[in-house]
């Protein structure tokens, strides 16, 4: 449970699959993710600090939403781990599983100051709630 | 007494917002299944959590700093905090994603360095509608002593793509503050 406690507090790197290897060197963590569910549509904000709105790559393979995040050169540079670190740079990756009632045609990236917003709408909008009824 | 009682004991005895630091917003209703292996996790935060609310503040921390005083260095709050130094200037870099310059204030001091500010989220209103919440959000303030006299009007500050960078140069005295010695 004291390992679970560090990685809250540390940034928290993304477990590869097994037998796949990162194609770029240097960390890669797991970016922290809201997510949130709307009427018509559930909407992703990832926390990717130090990544420009290009370098960001979202991908959708069958069912799987993949978002990876390059972190800029420009802040990748300022860290040689001299000095009082708190945390590293490095880049971003993390997957999500989608279920079918999302429309994949119109899913939406946006990228703002070092956050990541996927809006992913929902194919039936507005889904029908059944009251129930005491008695 | 049991280990409930006491932990309840604990807990009374200490102020709510002891050390007064951010407070994470996480939703772990997700994990709650209601299998073996989630009651047990359940039992570990328990248990973590009653030796944090004790303690007030997590291993390492406030190693600088007086007993309680919020937001310090060594203290691992949020948003994180790196220092460096070269010969003419300290920089520190913190990550802040989704605030912009505008909520994010910095005042330099005679030997430290204070980063304010805020990030609200439309969230707290509507926590029902989350599935996973892991981000951080809400006020925060942090202090980086500085060990040297620093140039305060030349302090420059960015806020770009989620990453503060600070930069402080040193004085022309604190440049001479390290001397280097000769190794005989």
């Known amino acids: 449970m004291a390992e679970n406690k560090g990685q809250e507090i540390q940034k928290q790197e993304t477990q590869l699959q097994q037998g796949t290897e990162p194609t770029r060197e240097g960390r890669l963590f797991m970016p922290p993710t809201d997510i949130r569910e709307t009427n018509d549509s559930i909407v992703l904000t990832a926390d990717m600090p130090g990544v420009k709105p290009d370098g960001v790559d979202v991908t959708l393979e069958k069912d799987v939403l993949t978002v990876c995040g390059a972190v800029a050169d420009e802040h990748l540079g300022n860290h040689n781990g001299d000095g009082y670190a708190e945390y590293e740079v490095g880049n971003y990756q993390r997957s999500f599983a989608l279920s079918d009632e999302i429309d994949r045609d119109k899913i939406d990236a946006r990228m703002d100051n070092g956050v990541l917003t996927l809006t992913l709408p929902k194919t039936t909008p507005s889904q029908k709630r059944i009251e129930v009824k005491a008695g | ?184």
């Open chain 2, 1 to 184: 007494m049991t280990v409930k009682d006491l932990t309840q004991k604990a807990k009374e005895l200490i102020p709510w917002n002891w050390g007064k630091r951010p407070v994470r917003v996480q939703d772990n209703r997700s994990r709650r299944d209601g299998s073996l292996p989630a009651l047990r996790d359940d039992f570990h935060r328990l248990f973590d959590d009653m030796f944090e609310d004790f303690l007030g503040r997590r291993f390492g921390e406030g190693l600088l700093a007086p007993f309680g005083e919020p937001g310090s260095l060594l203290d691992t709050g949020w948003p994180r905090v790196d220092l460096e130094e070269t010969d003419d200037a300290f920089k520190v870099t913190a990550e802040v994603p989704g605030m912009e310059a505008d909520d994010v204030e910095v005042t330099v001091g005679d030997s430290s360095l204070t980063i304010r500010g805020s990030k609200t989220t439309e969230r707290e209103e509507k926590k029902k509608d989350y599935h996973l919440m892991e981000t951080y959000s809400g006020s925060f303030h942090r202090t980086v002593p500085l060990p040297v006299e620093v140039n305060a009007d030349g302090v420059e500050a960015h806020c770009k793509n989620g990453q503060l960078t600070v930069t402080v140069p040193k004085t022309e005295a604190g440049r001479k503050a390290a001397k280097r010695i000769e190794v005989k």
